[in-house]
């Protein structure tokens, strides 16, 4: 369903949050009035506000002078494609709800992370979502998996905010179950359990379980069967 109509000023400013290199010189007035648009843009007090576009929300911090820090254009700019929307859009269309209360498998690299949400009343029930890492020159898509989990001899760019989606993603889970692929420092779930320790504690605490796996030879299947196995080992 339709919700929103993007077209005028609104197109050119949904260009600049796009563009790369990010932009140091968004107006938040612009931005807040522009989401509040096409979805909902609420205050939470502190001077935080809330950002919703298509069922997915995420939390800002309003900024001391009149301009959006770049890296909150970023966080901005990952929820905008998480909501379906790029520079060239011209509606934005309302998502299905997600339960709320499910407990939830990550399966993590450096490329994507599939998210399975899983109710446990429905039998085979789950929710897919895809998320990937901003990646505008194909720098990551373009690297190729070794079996220590590194990337042609490098731990591949990091993109932060990926994580942090991720991290948002599950915040409403009870329990969170993690599989990944490699080990050491160059491991997407390494690098994600670190980044849930440094700002994310709520969700890092309910994770009761991660496991690495060769993700190329799994199949969803596979993959779904090992995550309720792990969440099946949970004493909660």
């Not at 007035?29 to 007090?45: D, H, L, Q, T, W």
């Not at 576009?53 to 700019?77: H, I, N, Q, Y």
């Not at 990646?135 to 731990?155: A, F, M, T, V």
């Not at 915040?171 to 994310?200: C, D, N, Y």
Request: net charge negative; aromatic share 6%; glycine share 8%.
């Amino acid at each position: 369903m339709i919700n929103a109509r993007i077209h005028g000023h609104d197109r050119t400013l949904l260009g600049r949050i796009f563009h790369h290199p990010t932009s140091n010189n968004l107006e938040w007035r612009e931005v807040v009035a522009f989401v509040g648009r096409i979805g909902s843009a609420e205050e939470k007090g502190d001077d935080k506000w809330g950002f919703t576009l298509a069922g997915r929300t995420a939390t800002f911090l309003r900024p001391r002078d009149k301009d959006m820090d770049p890296r909150e254009v970023e966080r901005l700019r990952h929820l905008m494609q998480d909501a379906g929307l790029s520079p060239y859009s011209t509606e934005i269309l309302e998502a299905s709800p997600v339960p709320a209360d499910s407990d939830a498998l990550i399966v993590v690299d450096h490329h994507e992370a599939r998210i399975y949400r899983l109710d446990p009343e429905t039998v085979g029930g789950e929710t897919e979502t895809t998320l990937r890492p901003y990646d505008p020159k194909g720098y990551i898509h373009h690297l190729s998996h070794k079996e220590d989990g590194n990337y042609r001899g490098q731990r591949a760019s990091e993109d932060l905010g990926y994580y942090d989606r991720i991290a948002e993603a599950v915040a409403r889970a009870p329990r969170v179950a993690i599989v990944g692929h490699g080990t050491g420092k160059s491991s997407a779930m390494a690098v994600l359990s670190e980044r849930l320790h440094e700002r994310h504690p709520g969700t890092e605490i309910r994770v009761v379980a991660t496991a690495t796996v060769d993700l190329s030879a799994a199949t969803d299947g596979q993959l779904l069967a090992l995550g309720r196995e792990m969440l099946a080992l949970d004493g909660r």
